[in-house]
């Protein structure tokens, strides 16, 4: 019988979080582990739990979730389908959003919603201390000087490993670097959509982790022609696994983190860092998003 090679997040090389974690520079989005809208019990429990225990057999030890996904749905998931974790595993939650409904987001960033928040997490993943905390989105009805002065505070108690943000600027980014020690910036960012590209460049200069959300523009992308698609089919690959490659080849400080609740899908999508593409083909990809 031939010898079945699997590919490992191992191959995407390795990203310092914080000067003291350091995981494969590709991760997972578990906000799909959940039901219709991002609200309640997913489909197939089991499957999304197939698809966490088959994460760490990757070598995928970055997982990102947040306690508005479902809510609690995610959490609670992952802390059913891997506690006890193994050591490497890095659990990036996020806490600064209330869940009124399906598709619902309100953001929260006072002090007290976000010290309950954080609790829970605690709690759900049943852990002593998140190892990486991101302000999921800045409240503009709270100065975000005290959102992150409350992530700062549950740090100083141990609450909190690592600081991080989501949905911010480049502007917001700096104001927190004067308050405390910034690990990551989480922005929507992909092959077709590039409007954070600023705040990546920030990262970049600083070492900051970006970790790009929808980084697969939530499926979307496997129906991509053009560029992509002659690439993906010169290489016996999928749009998506393109995609995916060129993010990776973008920046070294790229995390990317693309979800699902299928374990096809992401076996398909960590295909993606065995494809190492021409540099011609990089630049053309590049130029999709100047040309829209
Ligand atoms: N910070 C924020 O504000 C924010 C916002 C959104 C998301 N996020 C984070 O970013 C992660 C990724 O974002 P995302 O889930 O919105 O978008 P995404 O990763 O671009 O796309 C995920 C969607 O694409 C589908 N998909 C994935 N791989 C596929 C494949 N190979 N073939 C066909 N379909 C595929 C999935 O469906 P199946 O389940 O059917 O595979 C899922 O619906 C989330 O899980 C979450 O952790 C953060």
């Known amino acids: 019988m031939a010898e079945q090679t699997t590919i490992n997040a191992a191959l995407a090389g390795t990203i310092d979080i914080g000067g003291d974690l350091s995981v494969n520079r590709f991760g997972f989005g578990a906000m799909r582990l959940t039901g219709e809208g991002i609200w309640g019990e997913p489909r197939d429990p089991e499957e999304c739990k197939r698809v966490l225990r088959r994460v760490l057999e990757l070598g995928i030890n970055l997982i990102d979730t947040a306690d508005s996904y479902g809510p609690q749905v995610s959490e609670r998931l992952i802390a059913e389908a891997l506690y006890p974790y193994p050591d490497e595993l890095v659990i990036a939650t996020k ?23 954080c609790e829970g997490s605690l709690k759900r993943l049943r852990v002593d201390r998140i190892d990486v905390y991101q302000l999921h989105r800045p409240d503009p009805e709270v100065p975000f000087e005290e959102s992150v002065g409350t992530l700062v505070e549950l740090k100083n108690e141990g609450k909190i490993r690592h600081i991080a943000l989501s949905n911010v600027t480049v502007d917001e980014l700096e ?6 020690p910034i690990v990551s910036v989480q922005n929507r960012y992909s092959l077709f959509e590039r409007s954070s590209e600023p705040v990546l460049e920030a990262c970049s200069l600083e070492d900051v982790a970006f970790i790009p959300w929808r980084p697969v523009e939530g499926g979307e992308v496997i129906s991509a022609g053009g560029a992509v698609g002659q690439i993906a089919m010169k290489y016996r690959a999928t749009p998506t696994q393109v995609a995916l490659a060129w ?3 973008h920046s070294p400080v790229m995390l990317p983190i693309p979800g699902t609740s299928k374990v096809a899908h992401l076996e398909e999508n960590l295909g993606a860092v065995a ?3 021409a540099p011609a083909e990089l630049a053309e990809l590049d130029q999709l998003a100047v040309e829209g």
Do not use: M
């Not at 104001?175 to 405390?180: F, G, N, S, V």
């Open 247 to 249: 993010l990776l080849a």
């Open 95 to 117: 806490g600064g959003l209330t869940r009124p409904g399906p598709n619902r987001w309100n953001p929260n960033g006072r002090p007290e919603h976000l010290r309950a928040a």
């Open 175 to 180: 104001r927190a670097q004067k308050l405390t």
């Open 275 to 277: 494809l190492e593409l």
